[in-house]
């Protein structure tokens, strides 16, 4: 559905975007959350200029994060630890670091999980904001998961979030 503001003067180009994969398991041959998410980017016209795996650790998260804005990211997606089992930090990671949380964007993720798994949805902490003039955002390590909030939410607002960023 296009809105009547869908392609405004905030509107971008192509964003230079860093994927990360949040896990403890996952290798670069099994990582099909991860494979997913850039496919998405790629195909709607994204540049995809890092992808890397880093362990459920708060401070390897962060680091990775930092390093993709660092490499000229405007957009950077974790995928993964965004549950509530012991080892899931990815929410305490990101919302740690943000300058602005996007609290729509979990809530919209979780309404929209809501008609796929129902009350299940709950236990997702999805979550979005900004930092460096950049978004931030960490979707669960689902692959289901993940193509949701790319095609329902990431991909139809990157654009117009980038340019609102950059002023």
Same mark, same amino acid.
């Given at each position: 559905m296009t809105h009547p503001n869908h392609h405004d003067q905030k509107d971008?180009?192509?964003?230079?975007? #860093?994927? !990360?994969?949040?896990?403890?398991?996952?290798?670069?041959e099994d990582d *099909?959350?991860?494979?997913?998410?850039?496919?998405l980017l790629r195909a709607a016209g994204h540049d995809v200029i890092s992808h890397v795996i880093v362990r459920d650790e708060?401070?390897?998260?962060?680091? #990775?994060?930092? #390093?993709g804005l660092s490499a000229g990211a405007s957009l950077v997606?974790?995928?993964?630890g965004t549950? !509530?089992?012991s080892r899931?930090?990815?929410?305490?990671?990101?919302s740690g670091i943000l300058e602005k949380t996007l609290d729509g964007f979990g809530e919209a993720f979780r309404r929209l999980s809501w008609d796929e798994i129902g009350p299940r949805a709950m236990l997702s902490r999805a979550i979005a904001g900004t930092l460096e003039?950049?978004?931030?955002?960490?979707?669960?390590?689902?692959? *289901?998961?993940?193509?949701?909030?790319?095609?329902?939410l990431v991909i139809p607002i990157a654009r117009h979030a980038a340019g609102l960023l950059r002023g």
């Open positions: 971008t180009g192509p964003l230079r975007v #860093a994927v !990360i994969t949040v896990s403890d398991t996952r290798t670069v *099909k959350s991860g494979a997913v998410a850039s496919e708060r401070d390897a998260i962060v680091t #990775a994060i930092r #390093a997606v974790t995928n993964g549950g !509530i089992a899931d930090v990815t929410y305490e990671a990101v003039r950049s978004l931030v955002v960490a979707l669960p390590g689902s692959t *289901k998961g993940v193509r949701l909030g790319m095609e329902q």
